[in-house]
C-alpha cells in the first residue's frame, strides 16, 4: 500500500516537473530573426498551449539551439514553425508581429 502511494506521487512529482520544465527547462530560444526583428520563443507558452518534448523535437527541431537553419520561406512551406503556425493549430505566419519584435 505505501508502495503504491509512493508510485502514485512519484508520477505525479515527474508529471508536473515535465510541464513545469518547458522549452527548454522553461527557457526561451533567441533567434536574430534578420530584418525581420528578433524572435524569441517561449517554452513555457507552448507547454502552456499542451506541447510535449517530442511534439517538437526531434520529428520539428533538433535538441540544439541554433541546429536548424530556419527561414521564412521554410515556414512558409509549413516546415518548423510553420508546422503548427499555419492558421490552423496556432495563428498564421502572416502575423509577423506575434513573432518578431523589433
Ligand atoms: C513547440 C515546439 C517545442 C516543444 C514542445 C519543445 N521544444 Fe525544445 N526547442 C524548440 C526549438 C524551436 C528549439 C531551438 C532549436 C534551434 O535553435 O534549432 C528548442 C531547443 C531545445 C533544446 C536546446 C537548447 C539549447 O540552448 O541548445 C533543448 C535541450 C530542448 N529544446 C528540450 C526540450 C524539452 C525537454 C522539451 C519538453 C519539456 C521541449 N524541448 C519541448 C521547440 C520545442
Ligand atoms: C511563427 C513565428 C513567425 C512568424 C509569424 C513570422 N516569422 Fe519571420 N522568422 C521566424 C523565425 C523563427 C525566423 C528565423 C530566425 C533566425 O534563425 O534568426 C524568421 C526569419 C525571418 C526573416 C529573416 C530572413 C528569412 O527570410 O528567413 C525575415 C526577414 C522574416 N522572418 C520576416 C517575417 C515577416 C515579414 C513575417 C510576416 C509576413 C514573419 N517573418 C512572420 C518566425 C516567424
Ligand atoms: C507543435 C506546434 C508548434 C510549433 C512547432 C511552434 N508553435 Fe508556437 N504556438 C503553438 C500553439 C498551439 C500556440 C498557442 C496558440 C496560439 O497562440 O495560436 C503557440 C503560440 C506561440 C506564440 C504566442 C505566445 C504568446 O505570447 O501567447 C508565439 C510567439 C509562438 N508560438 C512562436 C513560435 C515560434 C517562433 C516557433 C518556431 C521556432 C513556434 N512557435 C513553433 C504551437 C507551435
Given amino acids: 500500500m505505501k ?3 509512493l508510485a502514485v506521487t512519484l ?3 515527474l508529471a508536473f516537473a515535465g510541464v513545469a520544465m ?5 527557457k526561451t530560444v533567441e533567434f536574430e530573426g534578420g530584418a525581420g526583428g528578433k524572435v524569441v520563443f517561449d517554452g513555457q507558452k507552448h507547454a502552456d498551449a499542451g506541447k510535449k518534448c517530442n511534439d517538437c523535437h ?3 527541431f533538433k535538441m540544439k539551439k541554433g ?4 527561414t521564412m520561406k521554410d515556414i512558409n512551406e509549413g516546415k518548423f514553425c510553420g508546422t503548427c503556425h499555419n492558421g ?3 495563428f498564421a505566419a502572416t ?8
Avoid: S
Avoid at 22 to 26: K, L, N, Q, R, S
Avoid at 67 to 70: A, L, M, V
Avoid at 95 to 102: L, R, V
Fill in 3 to 5: 508502495l503504491r502511494i
Fill in 11 to 13: 508520477i505525479v512529482v
Fill in 22 to 26: 518547458a522549452v527548454p527547462g522553461g
Fill in 58 to 60: 526531434t520529428n520539428i
Fill in 67 to 70: 541546429d536548424d537553419k530556419i
Fill in 88 to 90: 490552423k493549430v496556432a
Fill in 95 to 102: 502575423e509577423c508581429a506575434k513573432c518578431h519584435k523589433k
